[in-house]
């Protein structure tokens, strides 16, 4: 297995100057942006349907720089909005298409993918970067938030990607609520109402929740401390968090169906890396948008 991950790394290193193709499917005036390499087949691309935060309001283009880094390990990036049925209907039109339709979700993004895929028995595989399940709040039912047991029907495999400082407040040399626990999706309350279902957790100590937007965004959050992220700003930091999501995505893609991951808690920092890879492969990254912005 070590011999794979090096082999994978070292042959990604050599894409970064993939096109990229970027266009839109149009669902009457719902717009869903689509972000995928040229130069594969659509047969032999893994498809990224990706809910982004807000419930799915935050644009495509908020999260330019992380999308880029999952286009450099050759995935399809579809972007869907708070349209449910839309969505639904996307999972539909696509399932012939690629080799394997995987949801991505940002924050409550959650929130919509667990109403979308619930129905799809060829959707097995799924990737949560800090999920919250603010339904609840939305509906004004504050029990269902902090009882809630959810039923996953099809879902086999769960990567659960964890940005620590989102989790974490302060008191002195000021008051700092963290931004994310009362409403984050409870990992153990799905492994006990789901018991098939397989669930793997890494955590990055040295990030926040909004770290995986572009810096213009990210930036802002940090400084009103809203939502508290690295400490270095430095533009180079952020890339290197964006790969490092791209590519524990891509791992577990890769390797989830012959690996026992259920209640693996891995912890990692950007300072003190634990990967193996993470002398192996760390490219800069290529701005293959400019033209399309």
């Not at 028995?121 to 999920?131: G, Q, S, Y």
Request: charged content about 20%.
């Amino acid at each position: 297995m070590k011999f794979l991950y090096i082999f994978i790394s070292i042959v990604n290193a050599y894409v970064l100057n993939i096109p990229v193709n970027i266009y839109k499917r149009n669902y009457d005036s719902n717009i869903i942006k689509v972000y995928e390499p040229k130069i594969l087949d659509k047969k032999d691309m893994n498809v990224l349907v990706f809910y982004t935060g807000a419930n799915s309001l935050i644009p495509a283009d908020i999260y330019s720089n992380f999308i880029r880094c999952l286009n450099n390990y050759n995935f399809s990036v579809n972007v869907v909005t708070n349209n449910n049925i839309i969505t639904t209907e996307l999972l539909y039109d696509i399932r012939d298409e690629y080799k394997e339709i995987i949801p991505l979700t940002h924050s409550s993004g959650y929130v919509n993918a667990i109403k979308t895929v619930q129905k799809q028995k060829n959707i097995k595989k799924a990737i949560f970067l800090d999920p919250v399940d603010n339904e609840g709040l939305l509906n004004f039912n504050i029990l269902n938030i902090l009882n809630k047991n959810q039923n996953i029907n099809y879902l086999k495999n769960i990567l659960f990607l964890n940005a620590e400082k989102s989790y974490k407040g302060s008191i002195f040399p000021k008051l700092e609520i963290p931004f994310i626990p009362l409403f984050a999706v409870n990992s153990k309350n799905l492994e006990k109402t789901n018991p098939d279902l397989k669930i793997q957790k890494i955590s990055n100590e040295d990030y926040g929740h909004s770290d995986v937007l572009d810096s213009l965004w990210s930036d802002l959050m940090h400084g009103s401390s809203i939502s508290k992220g690295n400490i270095n700003r430095d533009q180079s930091t952020m890339d290197d968090y964006a790969n490092w999501l791209a590519e524990q995505i891509y791992n577990f893609v890769n390797t989830s169906d012959n690996e026992d991951t259920n209640e693996d808690i891995n912890s990692v920092s950007s300072e003190e890396p634990n990967e193996e890879l993470s002398n192996v492969y760390s490219p800069s990254i290529i701005n293959l948008y400019e033209e399309n912005r």
